[in-house]
């Protein structure tokens, strides 16, 4: 376990959110699931689709620019040929965002892909040392067209996208880096699109299945995800591409949440709510916040969660008000359960937080913020939220908001950010007062990714190339 971690109150406008933040989120046994990797059970059997995280951060070398990386396909080993990894070809990948908070869509960035064989009568994903994106020793390939969806006008801002490869190792792609940066396009308007293999970014000890760390805390301290990659897509616009009526002073928060969408032919459950019927797609998976499906919603309603909209997301209130981590960390742990009704999560996973929203007195990341936001319109749901307004932090805490970083998760989410040990003191009531002695130092002992993170665009970390039972 890490050492018990006390979070300073400070002086000043910026502090004095993070003060109350911290006076109000506190904590239980640090780590608990990955993001979102196999979470519901249709999900689990199509990887495919099955967002594993979501990411959004103002760039710390562009601060006029924002980050969001998805990440799809959990678990991908590598040297998994001779068919390795790729999107879908039947399916929309989209990153949604609500910038006026009545829990719908105002802009939405999609990803549709398609597969090519240079030479459909060999086995082999590459005949020979592939060194550019469009060698011929590079069997099979992807590209994707990337539009932008904003209200009825539909804008292609990438036709004919290269993908990049997974990686096969260092004997056929002997410099992996090069084909990566082969793979950042530039995006009209300003910004950069990149798609393709990384490794998987999440850090956990995922033991916590096994009665919450072995019910003594005696399975803790290793990284489940070390090794293993996902397929990612990352994008880089400008704040005011996002803010609502394009003004980032007036208007900086955004709400954020992915979506996989698949021919409504090939669903083989219909679910919930269907995100783009005009076009014959079924929405069949769904992220925002992290670990809010894996550890929040009953394993009944984790189908029906990945298929509905944040509009509806009033008949989910009751598992985020009254949540089951806590209870089973009381039951093994004797850690007191905070009382119910949870105000203070509905604040931070569906309102966003602010001094109107709930028990949390800061002004930080809800759409209810935004001077030219409508308030009667607005919807609680699950979003990843963002102050674009917030700096980038020159001195990153892994803790985010309750380090004192406001650049940090729950204020959008970095790479780098422990979201396992933050979301789980905030189970255990961290933001509200007097909670529990001991839960701000609690952990999972995974504090950092096995791979350093990059310091520019797409800042993923290459992909592995070493099998996992190696490493």
């Not at 999900?43 to 969001?68: H, Q, W």
């Not at 096969?168 to 293999?197: C, D, E, H, W």
């Not at 105000?343 to 209810?368: I, R």
Request: hydrophobic share 40%; proline share 8%.
């Amino acid at each position: 376990m890490s050492k018990t971690r006390h979070v300073r109150r400070r002086a000043g406008a910026a502090v004095a959110v993070a003060s109350a933040l911290v006076a109000g989120l506190a904590a239980l046994p640090q780590g608990a699931n990955a993001s979102s990797h196999r979470e519901a059970p249709l999900i689990a059997g199509e990887p495919r689709l099955d967002n594993t995280d979501l990411y959004a951060f103002v760039s710390p070398e562009m601060p006029d620019k924002v980050n969001l990386v998805a990440n799809w396909i959990p678990f991908e080993e590598p040297n998994g040929g001779p068919n390795f990894y790729k999107f879908a070809t039947d399916a929309a990948y989209d990153i949604n965002i609500d910038n006026d908070g009545d829990a719908r869509p105002d802009l939405v960035y999609r990803w549709t892909f398609t597969d090519h064989y240079r030479n459909p009568n060999t086995f082999l994903y590459n005949t020979g040392v592939v060194t550019s994106l469009t060698d011929p020793d590079l069997n099979f390939y992807q590209t994707y067209k990337l539009e932008r969806f904003a209200g009825h006008e539909r804008t292609t801002l990438i036709p004919n996208g290269k993908v990049a490869p997974s990686n096969t190792g260092p004997a056929s792609m002997p410099n992996y880096g090069a084909l990566r940066q082969q793979a950042v396009t530039q995006v009209p308007g300003g910004g950069k699109s990149f798609t393709g293999q990384a490794d998987d970014p999440f850090f956990a000890d995922l033991r916590v299945f096994d009665l919450l760390y072995g019910g003594n805390l005696s399975e803790v301290g290793k990284d489940t995800l070390r090794g293993y990659n996902v397929n990612a897509v990352a994008l880089q616009v400008p704040k005011k591409d996002l803010a609502l009526k394009n003004n980032v002073a007036r208007n900086p928060v955004v709400g954020i949440w992915t979506t996989t969408s698949r021919k409504r032919m090939e669903v083989t459950e219909a679910v919930g709510e269907e995100s783009d019927a005009e076009h014959g797609m079924a929405q069949v998976s769904r992220l925002g916040m992290p670990l809010v499906n894996e550890v929040v919603i009953p394993v009944s309603r984790k189908n029906e969660f990945n298929a509905t909209r944040p509009v509806d997301d009033a008949k989910f209130l009751k598992f985020v008000q009254d949540p089951e981590v806590p209870k089973l960390v009381n039951a093994i742990y004797n850690i007191p359960a905070p009382a119910a009704p949870r105000k203070d999560l509905v604040e931070v996973f569906l309102t966003g937080v602010c001094k109107a929203c709930g028990p949390v007195q800061a002004d930080l990341n809800s759409q209810l913020l935004n001077k030219d936001v409508v308030a009667s319109r607005f919807r609680p749901s699950e979003q990843l939220r963002l102050n674009m307004n917030v700096p980038p932090s020159a001195n990153p805490s892994r803790m985010g908001v309750l380090g004192g970083d406001l650049a940090g998760f729950p204020n959008g989410r970095r790479l780098a950010d422990d979201t396992i040990d933050i979301t789980l003191q905030a189970a255990e009531g961290i933001l509200l007062p007097n909670p529990a002695p001991g839960v701000s130092g609690l952990g999972d002992g995974v504090d950092a990714n096995e791979n350093a993170f990059g310091t520019a665009f797409p800042y993923l970390a290459l992909p592995n190339a070493v099998s996992v039972n190696e490493s």
